[in-house]
Structure formats: C-alpha cells, structure tokens
C-alpha cells in the first residue's frame, strides 16, 4: 500500500524532499555537536569548565558550576546567571532533539511529515532561544567590571553556528510546511518499513560510529605537541615532528626496536604453540569415560574465565618468596626464597606460560567442536578399511581439523601486534619492563602511564592499527587463495 | 553430536596392548592438566581457611591446618572492596542486560531485507570489529564525551558488541521464517514480532552471549584503570584486587585500625599478614565465577559452535 502511495506522489513532494535532506544533515550535525565541549555554546566564561558540552551544561546544573564554587561564594557571579545559561542550554539541547524528531519524521506519510515540520519550526525557534538566553548570559558576565581578567567573558563561535542552525530549522520546516499540500483525512501517521526499520536501528549505528569511529579523529594528535589538559591549536601544531622522533630520536628508536621484538617474540611463541590445543583436543577425543570427559571439558577451560589479575594473583601464591613453590622446595629440603615473578629472566618464556595456563583449555574445546563436526561415516569408512585407531587419529581427525587450525593461524598472524596489554600490564614490575613491554603495553606506559608522551603514544598506536588491518588484510587473500573462503 | 562421534569412533574395536598403554598414559595426562588447573585454586583456598601463623611460615601446601574463617570475616574492615564488589556486580548485571538487549534487537534488525542500506549499515558496524583508533585517541574520545570518572564508561561503550549481534543475526536467520511471515499477516508490528516470536526462540544464543558479557564484566579491570584512575570508588573489584596484590605496606594494621573491636580481637588471635589478606581477597574474587561456572559450561560449547560456524 506504501509503495503505491508513493508512485503517487506530486511534485511538491520531491521539492520537500530535498528540503528535507538538508534539514535531516542539519539536524543530525547540531545533535552530535551538542556532545562535544570544544564547540560548547555554553563556555561564555572561562569559570566554566572546559570538559562541559551543551548537552553537560544542559543536563547537569552541578556540572556547569562545578570550577565556579569560589567566585559564586565570594558572589563575583550570580549564580541566576548560571541559571540562565543552564536553562538555555537545556532548550537548545529539547530544541536540537525536536529537530532531529522532525527530521526522523520527515521520512515518514504525509501527516506525519506534516507533524514533524511543527517539531521542527519548534525546535528551530528553541534553539534560537536557548542561544539567545546564553547571550543573556554572557551579557551579565561581561557586565561584571571587578575581576573581569578573571570572569574574561567571551562569546564563542557556537553561539552563532546554534543559532544559525536554528534559523535554519525553521526556514527549512517553514519551507517544507508551504509546499507540502495538506494531507487528507484518510491519510494515517504512518511510515513505510523500510525507513522505520532503519530508524530503529539509528541508535545503534549512531553508538557504533561515536565509540569506533569517532576516535579516529584523534589521530590528530599525532601532529599537536599535546599535554594533558592542552588544546589543539596553530601554536601547539608539530607537523611530523613525532614521527621524525620515533624513527631518529636514538632513545626512542632504540624503545620501539626493543618494545617490537618483545611483541614478535610473544606473538611468535603463542604462533609456534599453537598446535597444543589441536593435539590435546584429538587426545580428549580418545578419553572412554563419558564422566571423565565432561570433567576434563568443564575444568581446563576454568583458567580462561578468570581475569589476568586473578592469574597475577595465583602466580603470586605459587611463585612469590613465600608461594608454594618455595615451601614445596623446602619440604624436599632445599632452601628457596627466589621470586620467580620478581626477575628479568625468561620472562618470555613465562609469560608463555602463564598465556598457556590460561588459554590452551579453552582452545582445545573449540577444537573438540570442529571435531564434533568431522563426518562420521569417514570414521566408518576407515573401520571398515582396517584403520586402527592412531591411523584415524592422524588420517581422519587431524585433517579434519586443519581448515579450523589454518583460520586460527591466519587469525594469529595478523593479530600478531596485538597481544593486549592486560596480561603483561599485571605482570610488569621494575625489573623486567625492559622485556615484558609489548606494543600495546607501551602504548599505555608511554600515554597514560608514567613518561606521558600523548603524540608519540598515538603514533604508535596509529602504525598499529595500520599495520593490523593491512596483515588482517594479506592473510584473509591467502585464505582465499589456499582455501577459497575468507576468513573475516 | 560429539556423543556420536565418540562412540562410533570406538565402536566393536579389540583394545590390544598398545591400546591400554595409550589410554592409560592419556588419562594420566589429563589428571595432571587437572592438577595442573585446580591446584593453584586450592591452594589459594586451603591458606584462606588455615591458621594464619602457619600460613605466615609458609606451612600450608597440601591441606588446611587450624580451620577457621576469621579471614573472610575480617574482610568486613576492608571497606573499599565492598565498594567495588557492588560497582562490578552493578556494572555486570546492568551491562550484560543492555548488551543483551541492543544484540538482540540489532541482531534482529539486519536480517530485515527491506531496511533501507540495510548492507551498507550492516558492514559499517562489522568493519569496526578489525580496527581501532588506539588506546590515547580512544581516551580521549571518552574522556570529550564526558564519560570519564563515571559508572557509564563501564556500560556505553560495551553496547554495541559486532561479534555478539553476528551471532544473534545468524542465530535467527536458522529459525524457520514461517512463524514470522504468519504473525506479519496477522498484522503484527516489528516490535511485537520481536519481543513475541525472536526473542523467546533466540534464547540459547542469548544466554551465551549474556554469560560471555557478564564473564567480561566481571573481569574486566583495564577501563576501570584508564577511564576511572582517579575516582577510586568506582574502581572495579579486579582493579582493587590488583592495588591489593601490589601492596608492600602493612594491610593487617591498616585494617585494624579500621576494624571495630571484634575484628579486631579476631586479628590478634591468629595475626592477620600480607599474605592471607591478598588470597582471602583473590579468593573473594574469584569465587563467583567458580561457582556459576558449572552452570554456564553447556552455553559455553553451544556458543563456539555457532562461532565456528561464522569462522
């Protein structure tokens, strides 16, 4: 019924529909500005903190004061006038989520089109009201004479892109209101599926571009001499200055070739291992008892689901001065109280280990599904050949597994920068940092943990996520190249 | 399935000589990978329920001595971990809820042909399992947003998990399209099909990557270390068990000394140390999940089959 009434319509809907567009684009950009504290409408003062957005300022009354407690006691400021912008934030914010409702509306049957230009001639005219409130505002700070260096008012930039965009609201809805014929009585609020499909869902598009997408923006600080706390300007722009850095600066350069072999060798031991899992799981396979099995199933992968730091806190128990590997060598009569986690030595090795210890169970049981899922007339056929049972093992289930093992190596190599920083951050302790420090852990030390260096922690970090996807890239051609499929 | 497997892979075959040795050498072998798996956590265990001095002097390796639970009832003074057991505990019901629930729905979603770019939408969000911006760009992200040192951090981000809806999506696309098709004659809407017909069906695949979510939760302590450093009550308890472990400083006198007088009466009476109150702690940690982990075990393998069959 949708689609006929679509092949109906007259022309004036084509030009609303282009009206729309601009109106949907508009609406869409003034709902993601109103997250961001860099284009808060709302920082009029520089009493107002600077991590505050408009949408902050409007939800949050006690976020808006929250640098201004002094002046508001020593009474430099009213707080009405924090009032006032709090409450006109809040409309621009109702203003932009109207909007955004009109343009969600607009998608819909002629009514319902109709009712959503109202939403927006409403929002629009929010809008322009909430950032004529924060005018107000600003006017009542800029009034105050005494201490005005430390008030230091300003009017920003988004003030006007606000109220731009809600003139523009209204004119577009306006617009679209005029051309619009009226709908008939027999017209419903209705929208055709496959639109409301896609708004139901927007949200998730939407929290799947802010938390994955959006950060890549970020990798403009590579170019920014950036502190905590700065900001991203012409003044502080370093242009390739991190990344001559990285790849001239003697120190640095001699930190990542030691932070990459690290990595590779972690990697490579967990690659050159990897064939573990698949040999216990065919052994698993062998075990008779039915009960014996479920409990070899259910116990190895116990290790997996515990947290690396409870790991740090078992290997503590067993090799710390006073773990149970020095009273175990006490009771056979040797006297002990080395810590085994404390030193430098094989930490490769033990690190190893530990990876082991916990993730060979679980990969084993993945193994033991893909053996679940090799044909059992194979099997018959080979009884019935005369196979005995170390010829099926290696003739029937070791093949049987290898398309399994062959993604999860494929998967291996091009993971192989990322080994995650959990498990050597638990670890990692004075001694032997200079050996434990994978890539993704170094990324952490040197960004958020101690010798704070953001740029060159985002440099990193950027070739890592590069090279990743080039490696994930190359491997997923030779899967399709060994065994026509993709892997990803 | 693997029952099939199994018994038609042995099925009428004579055990000869060589056969005995290997089962027994393989059952042995898996005894030890038992050992292997468990006895660190009874270790943990037996020190916990020992008497402390012995502990102390590292007398405690195979079975408990002078049973008592004064330790687990001296955790009563530790009062940060209360805090982060009700942050993690608050953060794994509510995140795995709505994780869920967005899967669900999402999953839902992207089987429906007829939503507009339905493809297009699909692949932006699968790309994003392959990549990420970095761990200072991510930060960062975050921190504009205003989600640092708050509860959200733990929930938000973790919403939309790609992995866990290609599960859901190919999970409902094996359900026989019959039952919906009907309930769209009858005039149902998207929402009612949803919550009526896929969500009672999909339960399986929804209790795995609910167990799978909460077992992240739980675990996870690397947000709670970036996004939250300073706000230390709303560290999670893997984080405060972490600040735990690498305490060289006296625990027992500074729990005492914000005990009241019965705990602290029952410290004097076998000496509170370092040690014990470090594997009383992981002990408390690590509990919960050994105790569901018997339950979860058959989600577990139903989840890698259908993991598998995406891989």
């Not at chain 1, 009273?327 to 002990?336: T, V």
Request: contains cysteine; positive net charge; hydrophobic residues 50%.
């Amino acid at each position: 019924m949708n689609d006929t009434l679509a092949q109906k319509l007259p022309p004036q809907h084509r030009t609303a529909d282009r009206t729309y567009y601009l109106l949907r684009i508009a609406a869409l950009f003034a709902m993601a500005l109103m997250f961001f504290p860099d284009v808060s409408p709302a920082k009029v003062t520089i009493l107002i903190n600077k991590s505050v957005s408009l949408f902050s300022a409007g939800i949050s009354y006690s976020g808006l004061i929250s640098d201004s407690a002094r002046p508001l006691r020593l009474e430099w400021v009213q707080a009405s006038t924090y009032q006032i912008l709090h409450y006109g934030s809040l409309t621009a914010v109702l203003g932009s989520l109207l909007a955004g409702a009109c343009g969600c509306m607009s998608l819909g049957s002629l009514r319902l089109k109709r009712l959503g230009n109202i939403f927006g001639m409403i929002g629009g005219g929010m809008l322009m009201a909430g950032m004529g409130m924060t005018y107000l505002a600003y006017r009542q700070f800029a009034a105050i004479v005494e201490k005005a260096d430390r008030i230091a008012a300003t009017l920003p930039d988004a003030v006007y892109i606000y109220a731009g965009l809600g003139l523009l609201f209204v004119l577009l809805s306006v617009g679209a209101q005029g051309v619009l014929p009226r709908a008939e009585k027999t017209d419903r609020y209705e929208m055709k599926p496959k639109y409301r499909l896609f708004l139901m869902f927007l949200p998730i598009i939407v929290l799947s571009f802010v938390f994955a997408y959006l950060p890549l923006v970020g990798w403009r600080y590579a170019f920014y001499d950036y502190q905590p706390g700065g900001t991203l300007s012409a003044e502080t722009f370093a242009g390739f200055k991190y990344f001559q850095m990285l790849f001239q600066n003697e120190s640095t350069r001699n930190d990542m070739i030691r932070v990459l072999r690290n990595t590779l060798v972690m990697s490579g031991l967990g690659i050159a291992t990897s064939w573990v899992p698949l040999v216990i799981a065919i052994l698993m396979a062998e075990i008779r008892s039915r009960f014996f099995l479920r409990s070899v199933q259910t116990i190895i992968t116990i290790p997996n689901f515990i947290s690396w730091v409870l790991v740090y806190a078992v290997a503590l128990a067993m090799f710390n001065t006073d773990g149970f590997f020095n009273g175990f060598l006490g009771l056979l009569g040797i006297q002990s109280d080395t810590n085994y986690l404390m030193g430098n030595d094989n930490i490769w090795l033990k690190m190893l280990a530990w990876g082991m210890w916990k993730g060979v169970g679980w990969s084993s049981i993945i193994y033991v599904a893909a053996i679940t899922g090799i044909d059992v007339s194979l099997y018959e056929a080979a009884t019935v050949d005369g196979a005995g049972r170390f010829q099926k093992m290696r003739y029937v289930t070791l093949p049987g597994l290898m398309p399994t093992y062959t993604v999860l190596l494929l998967l291996a190599v091009a993971a192989i920068l990322s080994n995650g920083m959990d498990q050597y951050y638990v670890f990692q302790n004075a001694q032997n940092t200079s050996t434990i420090e994978v890539l993704d852990l170094y990324v952490y030390n040197i960004g958020i943990g101690e010798g704070t260096s953001i740029p060159l922690s985002t440099i990193v970090g950027m070739f890592k996520t590069i090279i990743s996807v080039m490696l994930l890239f190359i491997a997923n051609h030779v899967s399709k190249w060994t065994r026509g499929e993709s892997i990803v | 399935m693997r029952r099939k497997t199994n018994e038609l892979n042995h099925a009428g075959f004579r055990r000869t000589a060589g056969d005995r040795i290997f089962d027994s050498l393989n059952t042995v072998f898996f005894l030890l990978y038992l050992l292997l798996c468990l006895f660190p956590f009874y270790y943990l265990f037996i020190n916990t329920i020992s008497n402390n001095d012995l502990v102390a002097r590292g007398a405690i390796n195979f079975w408990p001595v002078g049973l008592t639970l004064s330790n687990y009832a001296a955790l009563k003074s530790v009062t940060d971990l209360g805090t982060a057991f009700l942050v993690t505990l608050g953060r794994t019901v509510i995140g795995t809820a709505t994780m869920v629930v967005v899967s669900a729905f999402a999953g839902y979603l992207v089987t429906k042909k007829e939503m507009w770019n339905r493809k297009f939408f699909y692949r932006m969000l699968v790309i994003t399992m392959y990549f990420n911006a970095g761990l200072i760009p991510t930060y960062l992200n975050i921190k504009m947003l205003g989600l640092t040192d708050t509860f959200w951090v733990y929930i938000i981000p973790a919403l939309v998990m790609p992995f866990n809806i290609i599960l859901v999506k190919t999970y409902i696309e094996s359900i026989p399209p019959d039952l919906e098709e009907s309930a769209l004659i009858d005039g149902a809407g998207y929402m009612t099909i949803f919550s009526k017909i896929i969500v009672p069906l999909s339960m399986p695949i929804l209790a795995t990557i609910a167990i799978f979510g909460a077992v992240g939760h739980w675990n996870s302590f690397v947000d709670s270390l970036i996004y939250n450093q300073t706000a230390i009550q709303l560290h999670t308890l893997q984080h405060v068990l972490y600040t735990y472990l690498n305490k060289t400083s006296n625990l027992a006198a500074m729990m005492n000394a914000g005990a009241d007088a019965t705990a602290a009466a029952q410290a004097a009476q076998s000496a509170l140390n370092n040690k014990v109150i470090k594997y009383t702690i992981s002990m408390v940690t690590i509990l919960p999940i050994l105790l569901v982990y018997p339950f979860m075990t058959r989600y577990f393998q139903k989840g890698i089959m259908l993991g598998a069959v995406k891989g």
